[in-house]
């Protein structure tokens, strides 16, 4: 079942884990690296990763064929988005509440690896009103 704290553990396994990599990677790559050496270590870890999946678009009860793609859904609850720029602007917010809309999800996560520090500058977690309804599990 589906509770607030698994998905806070969740959420502290991928900090975690994207910590690693930017300790051993640094700054300054491709998200696809990023991406790449996430997708990796969270395999690693024993969680369940769907990358690059195809969120749907329907529109006035259309289903229209585009391309737009998450980077990675961890666990199929939580979307993780990975950046690599100077700062997170508010178009990256707008684009994980949207995501997070449309494929009915309670938590997401964007790590800018462009930084100093993960943990403090490097990632921004968004709930929905999903989250809100689970049940604590505390």
């Known amino acids: 079942m589906l509770t607030q704290k698994r998905l806070n553990d969740l959420t502290r396994s991928i900090i975690g884990a994207a910590i690693e990599v930017h300790r051993e990677l640094g700054p300054g790559l491709l998200e696809s690296v990023y991406e790449k050496c996430m997708r ?5 870890k024993g969680l369940i990763i769907a990358a690059q999946q195809k969120v749907p678009i329907i529109f006035r009860g259309l289903y229209l064929n585009t391309d737009l793609r998450l980077d990675l859904l961890v666990e199929d609850c939580i979307i993780l988005k990975i950046k690599a720029v100077d700062y997170l602007l508010p178009v990256h917010l707008a684009q994980m ?4 809309k449309l494929l009915q999800k309670p938590k997401g996560i964007i790590i800018n690896f462009n930084c100093t520090n993960i943990f403090k500058e490097g990632q921004k977690t968004m709930v929905t009103d999903l989250y ?3 049940p604590n599990g505390y």
């Open 40 to 44: 990796y270590l969270l395999i690693e």
């Open 97 to 100: 509440l949207t995501y997070l």
């Open 132 to 134: 809100t309804r689970l």
